[in-house]
């Protein structure tokens, strides 16, 4: 198995305990010992908490990222996002920023990203990406 970056849907589906969710993420930090998640994710989930004032949510966040690796943008993840916007702007394709970004960083730290929101990512070339609802691996 390779290593993987959490989506902002995984890490919120394994925070409300969805159970396929929460057998794949267990098997692979026993496997590896952690997951990675991307500085995005954190600042969508955080944001969503902060607005709905779920303070005990919060405390569990930060409690669980801090079990795990957390992967900023860099120089490469950067470049490399810009160019998934100029392509998909050029055939009329758009995706969110947050998940350009996503991508980016997925990709300079070759990472297969673990999403349910697969149709948010299926324009960007180069990206490996696997589910985690739907099956146990």
Do not use: C, P
């Not at 690796?69 to 998934?84: G, H, R």
């Not at 324009?123 to 696997?130: A, K, S």
């Amino acid at each position: 198995m390779k290593q993987v970056i959490i989506d902002t849907d995984i890490l919120s589906y394994y925070m409300k305990g969805q159970s396929n969710v929460v057998e794949n993420f267990d098997n692979h930090v026993n496997e590896f010992g952690f997951v990675f998640i991307s500085r995005i994710t954190i600042i969508e989930i955080l944001g969503g908490l902060k607005s709905k004032n779920a303070d005990s949510q919060i405390t569990k966040l930060k409690a669980l990222i801090a079990k795990h690796k957390i992967l900023d943008t860099s120089e490469m993840s950067s470049e490399i996002s810009s160019n998934i916007f100029a392509q998909l702007q050029k055939v009329g394709r758009h995706s969110g920023n947050y998940d350009i970004l996503i991508a980016g960083i997925t990709i300079a730290n070759n990472l297969t990203l673990v999403t349910n929101n697969e149709k948010d990512y299926e324009n960007i070339q180069d990206l490996e990406i696997t589910n985690w609802t739907l099956t146990v691996r």
